[in-house]
C-alpha cells in the first residue's frame, strides 16, 4: 500500500499570528512509505510587513531579501495543490499550522484541520520521555547530518524532519513486526504468513499393541541399574 505524506515547516516574523506574525518561508516536502521523493514545494513570501531583527537572526531571512518576493496569495493555489489531503508531519504541529490557517484565512480558504497533522514533538517525547525533544536534538539523536544549518531554513528543516520520522517510525523497516503468530502488520493491518506445507501424518492409537510392549519391556531390560527403579 503506498501511502503519500507531506512534512512540512515554515519561518515566520515571530510567534503569533493572532498578533499580526506572517509567514516568511514554507517548505514541503514529498514522501511515499516514509521516503523522500526528491518532490517538494519552497517558497520565500513576502509577509506585507517588517521582519524584526530577532526573527531575521533566526532564519536569516531580511526585509530587503523578502522585498521583492510574492505574497501568500500568490502560491496558495500551488500550496493546496501540492498537498494534496495527504497528512502534514509537523515538528510542533499547532504552530505551522496556526500561521499556515491564517494565511488561508486571508486569502478565503479553509482552514486545515488539525487532525491532518502528524505531531512529531509529542511522538518524540513519548519515545524518549525527559530527553531533549527539538529538532536539532533530535537530529543528533539519529546522527543526521546538521552540517549545512547556519539559519533555520523550512525546506531544510522539513527535510531534516523527513529523515528524523523516518527514525521515529521504526527506521528503515518501520512497518516489519512479527508478532507471537509470526505475522507481518503493514500499515496497522495483520497479515498472515503462509504456513510451511508438511506431509499428513493420520493419528496413531494410542495403546501399543502387545508385539510392540513386548519389544519395549525386551529394550528397557539391556539397561543396567536403570534409574527409575532405583529407591535411593
Not at 19 to 47: A, M, Q, W
Amino acid at each position: 500500500m503506498t501511502i503519500r505524506e507531506i512534512v512540512l515547516d515554515t519561518e515566520t516574523t515571530g510567534l503569533s499570528p493572532l498578533k499580526g506574525d506572517r509567514l516568511v518561508e514554507i517548505g514541503c516536502v514529498e514522501i511515499i512509505n516514509l521516503l523522500p521523493t526528491g518532490s517538494v514545494f519552497h517558497r520565500y513570501i513576502n509577509p506585507e510587513r517588517d521582519v524584526p531583527d530577532e526573527a531575521a537572526r533566526v532564519h536569516g531571512l531580511t526585509n530587503d531579501f523578502l522585498a521583492d518576493k510574492p505574497v501568500f496569495a500568490a502560491e496558495v493555489d500551488g500550496f493546496l495543490e501540492f498537498i494534496g489531503d495527504a497528512p502534514l508531519v509537523i515538528h510542533n504541529a499547532p504552530f505551522d499550522m496556526g500561521f499556515v490557517n491564517a494565511e488561508l484565512t486571508r486569502c478565503g480558504f479553509r482552514n486545515l484541520p488539525m487532525t491532518r497533522a502528524v505531531d512529531t514533538l509529542p511522538l518524540a517525547r513519548k519515545m524518549f520521555p525527559g530527553a531533549p525533544a527539538s529538532l536539532d536534538a533530535l537530529c543528533k539523536r539519529f546522527s543526521v547530518d546538521l552540517s549545512g544549518r547556519d539559519f533555520h531554513g523550512a525546506l531544510l528543516d522539513a527535510r531534516l524532519l523527513a529523515e528524523v520520522y523516518l527514525e521515529l517510525r521504526g527506521g528503515r523497516q518501520p512497518d516489519l513486526v512479527v508478532t507471537k503468530k509470526e505475522s507481518v502488520i503493514a500499515e496497522g493491518v495483520a497479515e498472515k504468513q503462509p504456513l510451511a506445507q508438511r506431509t499428513f501424518h493420520a493419528a496413531r492409537a494410542h495403546q501399543p499393541s502387545p508385539e510392540e510392549s513386548a519389544a519395549h519391556e525386551a529394550w528397557l531390560a539391556k539397561i543396567k541399574k536403570p534409574l527409575w527403579k532405583s529407591t535411593s
